[in-house]
């Protein structure tokens, strides 16, 4: 099955840099790639998406990109804020289409 | 629109007891999603429901189950309770299962130890 590999684990970074996560994933067939955000105590919610037909998707400072070939694809977050602060999720699509496949996950530290 | 509602919230088990924990979706969606979310090891996916049909199943043992009711309320199910079952159980809901056609809509979970 879908199995998907999320780095790194833990991100420390200073406001107004720019932060980088990094996602593989192993299914060919999958074609759907969210990334969920979970501020602490508080619920995962999608933040942005991209299907495999597109190579990159931006929304004001996150922005996704897709490599298909490589079989990986990075969120970017620039100009970071405190209040980006939260663990980050990528997550694939199995083959079947019926469920999300998540990575470990990322806790990012955004530093004033 | 009322969001996803999972109870109960809380709760403590020991050893070899069995535990049931109940969704409700958001109206109108159809597919729920089951997740168990443990530090270090992010959200690990249980099973897939919609309409009734369990049309996904992840990595985990026998002693996980689930099922859906007609009005699209959800439950899962662990029997003999093991201490490595504590953890978050989240939910989430979505029209067509999130694998397909977009965005899983998550309860607040719920949060089971196991002493």
């Known amino acids: 099955g879908e199995n998907v590999e999320q780095h790194p684990s833990t991100l420390s970074v200073q406001e107004g840099d720019s932060a980088v996560i990094k996602c593989t994933y192993s299914?060919?067939?999958?074609?759907?790639f969210p990334w969920y955000k979970q501020e602490l105590g508080k619920r995962p919610q999608l933040i942005i998406d991209i299907r495999s037909n597109v190579g990159e998707k931006k929304d004001q400072r996150i922005a996704v990109t897709l490599n298909k070939t490589a079989k990986h694809f990075s969120l970017h977050i620039t100009e970071t804020q405190p209040e980006d602060s939260a663990v980050y999720f990528c997550a694939a699509s199995d083959q079947a289409g019926t469920a999300l496949i998540f990575g470990k996950g990322t806790t990012l530290s955004v530093s004033s | 629109k009322a969001g996803v509602t999972q109870t109960p919230r809380y709760l403590i088990k020991t050893r070899g007891q069995q535990v049931t924990l109940s969704c409700s979706p958001i109206s109108g969606h159809r597919s729920v999603s089951w997740y168990q979310q443990t530090p270090g090891q992010g959200l690990q996916f249980l099973f897939e429901y919609f309409s009734e049909t369990q049309r996904n199943k992840g990595n985990f043992p026998g002693r996980f189950s689930g099922r859906q009711f007609s009005n699209s309320r959800s439950e899962m199910n662990v029997s003999t309770l093991e201490l490595g079952d504590s953890a978050l159980y989240l939910c989430?809901?979505?029209?067509?299962?999130?694998?397909?056609?977009?965005?899983?809509?998550f309860g607040e979970g719920s949060r089971l130890t196991v002493l």
């Open positions: 989430a809901s979505s029209t067509q299962g999130g694998g397909n056609t977009g965005e899983l809509f």
């Open positions: 299914d060919s067939a999958s074609n759907y």
